[in-house]
């Protein structure tokens, strides 16, 4: 512990431990099986915040922020396709191949048995994905498509937690090849942001969030599970990431690009007249000179 916080602990230990040694048993069984014991000890029962258990709380504590946060960073996504009736700028391919990437990572995680607060957002971000790919080809006329979708996901998922049908070496495998498949899921979306000139329907508060998430993801990695399949797999796609954020701020007032002023609390009113002043082309009034 950095020296200068010494006296600071000194002061609040009196204080503070009567409370940390009374904690209800469910918080006490919560901070033992998140810190384990001797890190429950050291912080909370000692007030001794040890570097090594310091950076596991951090830890700790934003892989449960990414996991609370990721039960509502779709959802703006959902809402803007519900409303608008339009899959545009929204790349079902995408969606698609990121789903069967998650689909994989949550059965290795699961079954390598590492702590569920470094994977745990996969599971709520893969049934959103789910959510929206079937709303993109609902709306692009593709009915039929999406229950096929769905039905295919349903079996590759019961394939893959169960060992007696893929093992952990194909499991390994398959995870090496999930880190790839998530990055590559991120191309479709930024080529068709590209083609289109403006990002349409896509949420700016997901792409931002899922910026900011795969950042943090790399800092829990590193603290938590010593898996380079999974670490290289999201500094990739913390790359992608910024690349369709950088697209999102290039594309903001485009023309093709649909109410992201309103996702931030700005007036989409004010936005929309900019972007359209532009756009729209100059209409000659009627003359009243007559013709002769």
Known sequence: MDQAFVPIFDTLRPYLTPLTHNLPAPLASLSISLLGPTCHQTLLLDLQPTPPCLKLAISKS?????????????????LKLVA??????????SYALE?????????????????????????LIAA???????????????????ASFVATLGAVGWALFREQVVGMDTLGTLMAGAGVLGVVSKVPQIWTVYQEGGTGQLSAFAVFNYLMGSLTRIFTTLQEVDDKLILYGFIAGFALNAVLAAQMVYYWNSPQTAGHAGEIGEKPEAVAMESNSSAQPKVKSPTTRRRG
Request: charge should be positive.
């Open 128 to 146: 959103q994905n789910v959510v929206i790919a079937v709303l993109v080809l609902q709306f692009a006329g593709k009915g039929p498509l999406a």
């Open 62 to 78: 934003l892989g449960l922020a990414i996991i609370s946060a990721s039960s509502i960073v779709k959802v703006p996504q959902i």
């Open 84 to 93: 608008s009736k339009s899959p545009a700028g929204v790349s079902f391919s």
């Open 99 to 123: 789903t069967l990437a998650y689909l994989i990572s949550l059965a290795y995680n699961t079954r390598m048995g590492f702590p569920f607060s470094t994977y745990g957002e996969t599971a």
